[in-house]
């Protein structure tokens, strides 16, 4: 489809950016270009790219006593700047936080440009690399990384140099278009590192953001004001591999919590019990806006800059269906930035990117009434049993809730009885998600997916009676109170959709878990039906810490379960994930390879009900997962490293860990997806 110029302003307005439209007129630069990188500290950046168009991004400070007003963008399509194809003017001012986003648009299909900015005293920005999607019919695989999780304040971003390191070595055709961020590219919980002198676990806390407003709680810091949110971009993208990333390919963002907070929900913060926080939902909308160059929809399209909506912090007390607050303000802070939306890459690839934060239903985990229903000596884990009745609400059950829940030998009334199930979406957007999901003609519908979808459980009701501790029902253990796992409901009723309207490729890519995991999500898993909808991968972190790790160093040494959690064949030895183990393999298996030592010997008492759903899964990994798409096939390769705990001088970003290819292959309604292990390199970490 051709658009024209006028079309293009109109777009590039909708989402605050000046147009740089490609004339035919190529020629070399004839700006005096000299590169001052400080005076650009967060480098450059590209994002959503389409084949006719990319979104660029920098920020242009006052700095030793230099104040520029105006950046000149050149996009060309050599790295020397001899071929300018797309040039144009754009301010700066404050009310943006000196950032600015320019559309560059008019270009060449699945083509590499280069860009830079210049203010009006020549000092430069870095030379940004950037890449324009395949047109639809183009038929080619395409490659690209998918991330989540990077906490610069706890560790380096090696996976980011390695990920640069591997593409540099590869030919045009097998390098990433781009890279997918399913968010928590900030962690908004900040410990100064007087707060926490000890460190965090074995990790050191950096200096990585100051706030100038900032509240207290507990022992760490949260950003109050948008001034805060901006710093904490700011000091996040002093980040050098980061910062190399995002100069080197289109990047495509999707929040998750900690862009807001914690355990935020809509426009809700949640720091031992709920509390109204319209104003600082908007304030990290706002940020986000400035430092993400994005398709994103404002509340205010017609103007360029963010301007926030005035709201109140303003308890919320009325609720739609889906858990949605009707309190206006509420409303107002979640709708001042749409950032659900689709992109493609040619004949094989959608991706339909969901918002997961801004409007679920409060996590019914999370409330007051879910105390009573903790299985206290049991880390990281909940009752299945209980959260499918809590999750369901009155729904559960085809609308048959129980009046009951038994539970550690007590009997208490179902506080969810007369409640609705919970939703992850909200009611607009999933009907936006379901009707995408329909429409959607390429092979491989890929749902950018925040949090990860299929169950991690672990059969806590088979522990012999010599464990020591007694799992407080008949069912299974799950772990995660806040993703899909919990929001089981509507998360049938997704797949269910997917099901009845036999629709095939769909795959969701997924981060949050801190953990690499391949597998595929049924509605229900054993002793209930297994039948498997669709496929999921989930990404390890960059560096934020996982739940192997947080065992390692939280777990007592005579903790009844450690064995379920932790292997270790002597004092000295490293302490491996035996927790990977447990959830593919069960209680029994695990305290057989305590016993015999030899994994291979524990799998014969292995539980065969627990996981058919699960191909791969790695509590304790780190790195990047890279797709390639095809029109028979999709591989997802994990590219783990080692636990970055400091940033690694070599030109590779340090060591590997393990490479892990999956396949999955096309598939016809009625079969369901598969998916075959292609190719392992290294050693896996109790994972068979
Ligand atoms: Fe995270």
């Not at 990319?54 to 030793?64: D, G, M, S």
């Not at 050098?240 to 913060?269: I, T, Y």
């Not at 029994?588 to 014969?604: N, P």
């Not at 028979?632 to 590997?656: H, K, N, Q, T, Y």
Request: charge should be positive.
């Amino acid at each position: 489809m051709h658009i024209s110029r006028r079309k293009f302003i109109e777009l590039a307005a909708s989402f605050g950016a000046s147009l740089a439209f490609r004339s035919g007129y190529v020629h070399a630069s004839s700006i005096q270009w000299r590169e001052q990188r400080d005076f650009y500290p967060q480098g450059v950046a590209s994002g959503d790219p389409r084949p006719d168009s990319v979104i660029l991004w920098t920020r242009r400070a006052p700095a030793k006593n230099s104040t520029a007003k105006k950046l000149i963008v050149e996009v060309a399509s050599d790295p020397g700047f001899r071929r300018v194809v797309a040039t144009t003017s754009v301010t700066l001012s404050s009310e943006a936080d000196w950032t600015t986003r320019v559309l560059a648009a008019g270009l060449k299909p699945r083509s590499v440009y280069w860009y830079r900015f210049t203010d009006e005293y020549g000092f430069g920005s870095r030379v940004g690399r950037t890449i324009t999607a395949p047109v639809e019919k183009d038929n080619r695989p395409v490659s690209f990384a998918f991330v989540s999780c990077q906490n610069i304040q706890m560790g380096g971003s090696n996976a980011y140099r390695r990920m640069i390191w591997e593409d540099e070595r590869k030919s045009f055709a097998d390098q990433l278009s781009f890279v997918l961020h399913l968010g928590d590219f900030v962690y908004e919980v900040v410990w100064y590192p007087e707060d926490r002198p000890q460190g965090y676990y074995a990790r050191r806390l950096r200096d990585v953001v100051r706030y100038p407003h900032g509240e207290k709680i507990r022992d760490f810091h949260v950003p109050a004001t948008v001034d805060d949110y901006r710093a904490l971009y700011r000091g996040y993208l002093l980040d050098p591999d980061l910062q190399d990333a995002r100069a080197r390919w289109p990047f495509v963002c999707m929040w998750d919590n900690h862009e807001f907070s914690w355990k935020g929900w809509q426009s809700q913060q949640d720091f031992s019990g709920v509390r109204p926080a319209q104003t600082r939902k908007v304030a990290a909308n706002q940020a986000w806006f400035e430092y993400q160059p994005s398709r994103v929809v404002k509340s205010n399209p017609d103007r360029d800059s963010f301007t926030s909506p005035a709201v109140r912090d303003t308890s919320i007390r009325e609720f739609d269906d889906h858990g949605l607050g009707l309190e206006p303000g509420n409303l107002t802070a979640i709708n001042s930035l749409k950032i659900y939306r689709t992109l493609r890459w040619g004949r094989n690839v959608e991706l339909i990117l969901t918002d997961n934060r801004s409007y679920r239903s409060e996590p019914v985990m999370h409330r007051a009434e879910a105390v009573s229903f903790q299985p206290k000596q049991f880390p990281y884990v909940l009752s299945e049993n209980v959260v499918e009745v809590f999750d369901g609400g009155r729904e559960f059950d085809h609308g048959k809730p129980p009046d009951e829940i038994s539970f550690n030998g007590n009997v208490i009334a179902n506080p969810r009885k007369h409640s609705s199930p919970q939703s992850m979406l909200g009611a607009v957007q999933k009907a936006w998600l379901l009707e995408k999901l329909r429409a959607s003609s390429v092979t491989w519908k890929l749902w950018g997916n925040s949090v990860g979808m299929g169950d991690w459980r672990i059969d806590f009701q088979n522990l012999p009676e010599s464990a020591g501790t007694k799992w407080p029902d008949a069912g299974y253990a799950t772990f995660m109170d806040d993703d899909w796992s919990a929001y089981r409901q509507e998360r049938s009723e997704v797949l269910d959709f997917i099901r009845s309207k036999e629709i095939t490729g769909v795959v969701a890519l997924c981060g949050d878990r801190h953990a690499f995991e391949a597998g595929l999500v049924s509605p229900s898993l054993p002793p209930k039906a297994f039948e498997p909808v669709i496929a999921e991968f989930v990404t390890g972190s960059i560096s934020a810490p996982g739940i192997f790790e947080a065992a390692e160093y939280s777990l007592l040494k005579d903790h009844p379960l450690r064995a379920i959690y932790l292997y270790q064949t002597s004092r000295e030895a490293t302490v491996q994930p035996a927790i990977n183990f447990s959830i593919m393999h069960g209680v029994r298996a695990s305290l057989a390879l305590k016993r015999t030592g030899d994994a291979r010997r524990a799998l014969a008492e292995r539980n065969p009900q627990l996981a058919p759903h699960l191909s791969f899964i790695d509590l304790g990994g780190h790195g990047y997962s890279v797709v390639r798409a095809g029109s028979a096939e999709l591989e997802v390769e994990f590219v783990c490293i080692v636990r970055p705990l400091e940033r690694s001088e070599r030109a590779d970003g340090g060591p590997l860990a393990y490479r892990v290819v999956h396949r999955v292959k096309r598939w016809m309604h009625g079969a369901g997806p598969q998916i075959e292990r292609t190719r392992v390199e290294g050693a896996l970490p109790l994972v068979l």
